[in-house]
Every structure is written in C-alpha cells, then in structure tokens.
C-alpha cells in the first residue's frame, strides 16, 4: 500500500500541475480577446496622429460584431488626434495604456452635444468600460467655443446601463468629462479631472450611481452634479478649485427640478475632502414645482466629510459649506468644517424657487459637527461669517443643532436656528494647518501611521449624540460617539476612560 504521506503528495502535485496548467490558456483566451491598437505599426489597427477616430472606430466597431472579442486597447506611448466621435458598443472595453492620450483636434468645430466618445446605438448600449488612459479636451486648440456650452464633452452616454469609467486621466476640456443620462448602474472611480470646461460627472435621471475616490479640480461648474438622480452614493474624493474666475461652482451639486422630476431620496455623501472651492462645498437645491413631485426630494445624507476654505469666489453670494434649499430632512452628522467663507451651512438660494408651503417643513439636521473659524464672504460680506445661517426662515425652512462644537466663528455661531447640547470650545485637533482633524488624545490619537498620545485630551470626545453608534470606535471609547469626522470610526480618537 502507498504511503499515506506519499499518496498525499502525489494528489496534491497532480492538483498542483492542473492548476498551473490551466493559466495559460486563462491567459491567452484574455489576450485573445483583445484588439490593439498602436502608433508604431504592431497592432491590428495603426494610427499616425491625424484623423485617428477612423482607426480607433475600426477597431470598436469590429469588436461589437465579434462576440469572442471584448477590448480594444490603445497602447502607448502615442498621441491619438481624433477629429469625430469614437463609438462604443455593447459589452466592450475602451482601454488604454497609461501613456496613450487621446486629444481633440484643433478647430473642431463640432456642434453642441457632440462629444468625443459615444455609444454606438442610439438607443442605448450596456456594459460599457472606459478605462486607463488619458483624455485632452485641448481648450487651447478650441478656444473660440465657450466652456459649459455643451461642446466636446469627453463621454456623453444616452440610456445606457452597466457602465464603468475609471483609472482615466481627462483634462483642459470644455465639457463634461461623464456626462450620463437615463442610465442605471453607474460606476466612476479612480479617475484625474482637471480643469474641465463643465462637471467632472454629470448623472442625469439615473439610477444606481456611485462615485467614489475621484481626484478632482473643478473649472466653470461642478466636480460631481446629480440631476433628477436617486440611489447614488458619492464618497472618498478629493474636490477643489483653482482660484481663478473661470474656477466654477460647487464640488457637489444636487439638484431637483426641471422636465422629468422624480423621488430623490436615497443620496449619501461621505468620506470626501472638499476644499478651496470657488463656489459652496455642496449645493444642494429644488426648483420642482409640480404638485406631484415637489416634495420629492428628501433624506439626503451627508456625513463623515472634511470641508475647509470652500466659497472663494469674490463675485457670488451662495457661497459656503453646504448650501441648502427646498429637500426635507437633509441630515449633516460628524463632519469638520474650517475656515468656511459665509457660513458653514446655510438654508439660502435660489430663494425664488425655495418652496414655501405651510404643509411642509424643510428641515436640515446638523449633528456631532465640528465648525470651527468661519470667515465673512468676499461679496457682500455684511451679516455673514456664522457657523450656521437660514435666510428661508420664512419660507418654512428649518435648521435643528444638535450636539455640534462651535469655536472662533468670526461673527456669530448660529442665526435663524434651534440650537441644543451644542459645545462652543476649542476641539483640539492633531493640526489644524495640516488638516489634520484628528482629536487629539492623552489615551490614543491616530497620526496615519500609529497611535500617539498627547498632553491634552479633545472636549469633542465623547461629546456626540448619546443615541448614535459608538462600537466602531476603538477601546477605551467610552460609550459614546466623539464629534466630528472621525466618530465611529476605528480612527476616532480614543477616550480617557
């Protein structure tokens, strides 16, 4: 009889060998699938850096009619000038290497709402991905058209579901860089956006979107707009802008109204660093006035998110950190605002379109915030520099505080609102210079790398909601949950008992 430890290791290296033998084929049945294309002549279609959209569109074309083929992929490095559209299809991949960039030609002159990459039918395609290369929207070889006009966005797709935009690089534009309607199942992650012409996103009555650790620096609109849109989480970007006139507005825009308004209630945004935004942090606003829907737009979460100098802009008044009109329960819990031009947040604007029906109230709840240090606005500076502002008192808007810490606002904590158990002490945090809103702690504070320990302990520590969740928190946590954006969370500061 064979040994038990022989027999047991001639089955193991039989499994062994069937594993290892099954790799290659694994492999070439991927890269079997994939169409290349190049611009030094080894791929299957080969460009020369003019009218490149013929060959790109070759090979996108022959993959959406060979079902054993699944990419088409643009290698690198190489410039790839297209003067028309590229069209997608179906159950295909865009793909590219890191180094290859497709640019726009010069003097286009596409007309409006035609953009760089499409899908193919017109009646919409599913399973989509655009993926791993760079895009220039190269507004300096278009300069005659003006930026948020609808020119040349980098992706515009119609009814299309199942699609994934990620690890791109899109720059110097003059449109959006996803601009996406009717769609379902919506996945941007991982992508550059700088100095786009209009949104870095823009959803529009979709379902299913998610958005999440984007990088993006905001130029004449948003970095991420949500338009008649539900089911959408927005978390772990990075927002800003450049401090320039053409710099744009929000990092994020929500909005309700308009042709085709639904129910906007399921909508969370955390884990973002918005900062030096020229307009608000977010904006958030209804123009709805249908009967039927007006009221649709409610339960908006906003937690767990770091907002500083946002509201630069010196020519506009609806700046802030969050700026609020016409949605019902908006819920602000365990964010840090700094140095927030205006009002860290505010019910205010469009106020013409806030409504003002006596059956409803439009609530904001702030919690376990920490604002501190908020500064007067550029522009009509007068009665600005509160923590917290509502100007639609009258129109039937309401702000509840509760459990938030208040310190250095240079006018004012709170006007226009209900405040209580909220703190007015300094939060001690790690580093304000730095942005680093860590509490600091004599028992435990997080420093990125390790646990460190202070001389001093943070009066936000088990300061929170005595009804909100704590157990994420590491021990010692004392039973309770710490103000500000690390509350109930393994990073929050640890307690002193």
């Not at 110097?172 to 009717?182: E, P, T």
């Not at 620096?217 to 320039?244: A, E, Q």
């Not at 435990?444 to 001389?455: C, E, L, Q």
Request: glycine share 10%; net charge positive.
């Amino acid at each position: 009889m064979m040994p038990v430890l022989t027999r047991e290791l001639g089955i193991f290296l039989l499994v062994g060998f069937l594993l290892l033998a099954s790799v290659p084929a694994a492999l070439c049945a991927t890269s079997s699938s994939i169409i290349y294309v190049t611009g030094d002549g080894t791929g299957k279609y080969n460009c020369d850096g003019k009218d490149d959209h013929v060959q790109i569109n070759q090979a996108l074309k022959f993959v959406a009619g060979n079902s054993k083929y699944t990419t088409v992929h643009l290698k690198g490095p190489f410039t790839y000038v297209i003067d028309d559209t590229l069209l997608i299809g179906s159950n295909t991949i865009l793909e590219g290497d890191s180094s290859a960039v497709i640019k726009l030609a010069n003097n286009a002159g596409w007309v409006a709402m035609k953009p760089l990459i499409k899908q193919m039918s017109s009646s919409g395609n599913s399973n989509i991905v655009v993926r791993g290369f760079e895009v220039n929207g190269n507004r300096n070889g278009n300069s005659k058209v003006s930026l948020g006009d609808g020119y040349y966005n980098i992706m515009y797709f119609t009814n299309c579901n199942n699609v994934k935009v990620y690890n791109m690089c899109m720059h110097d534009g003059l449109g959006d860089g996803l601009r996406i309607k009717y769609g379902k199942n919506i996945n941007f992650y991982k992508n550059r956006i700088y100095k786009l012409g209009h949104d870095g996103l823009f959803a529009i009555q979709c379902k299913n979107v998610k958005v999440w650790k984007n990088r993006i620096s905001c130029r004449t609109n948003s970095g991420i707009r949500i338009w008649n849109s539900n089911h959408v989480k927005i978390y772990s970007n990075i927002i800003d802008s450049f401090y320039h006139w053409s710099a744009g507005g929000p990092g994020i825009q929500v909005e309700k109204g308009g042709s085709g308004t639904g129910l906007m209630d399921d909508i969370s945004i955390y884990n973002n660093v918005i900062h030096n935004t020229y307009g608000p942090g977010i904006w958030i606003f209804n123009y709805d006035t249908n009967s039927a829907t007006k009221n649709y737009g409610k339960n908006v979460l906003i937690h767990h998110n770091v907002f500083y100098s946002t509201g630069t802009n010196p020519s506009i008044t609806w700046v802030g950190g969050i700026v609020i009109s016409g949605f019902r329960n908006t819920y602000i819990e365990n964010n840090v605002f700094d140095g927030i031009y205006h009002a860290a947040i505010a019910n205010l604007y469009p106020d013409n379109f806030s409504p003002s029906y006596t059956s409803s109230v439009y609530a904001t709840i702030a919690r376990n915030n920490i604002i501190v240090n908020t500064l007067k606005r550029k522009k009509s500076p007068s009665g600005t520099g509160y923590g917290v502002i509502n100007y639609l008192a009258s129109k039937n808007h309401k702000i509840y505080l509760q459990y938030n810490c208040f310190y250095k606002n240079v006018v004012g904590n709170y006007k226009s609102c209900t405040s209580r158990n909220d703190i007015r002490v300094n939060p001690l945090f790690a580093s304000q210079t730095k942005h680093d809103y860590h509490l600091k702690s004599k028992t435990g504070r997080w420093n990125g790398k390790t646990w460190v320990r202070d001389t001093v302990i943070s009066p936000c520590i088990d300061a929170g909601h005595p009804s909100w969740g704590y157990s994420t928190e590491p021990k010692p946590n004392g039973k309770r949950i710490n103000i500000g954006r690390y509350g109930n969370t393994k990073y929050a500061s640890k307690s002193k008992s």
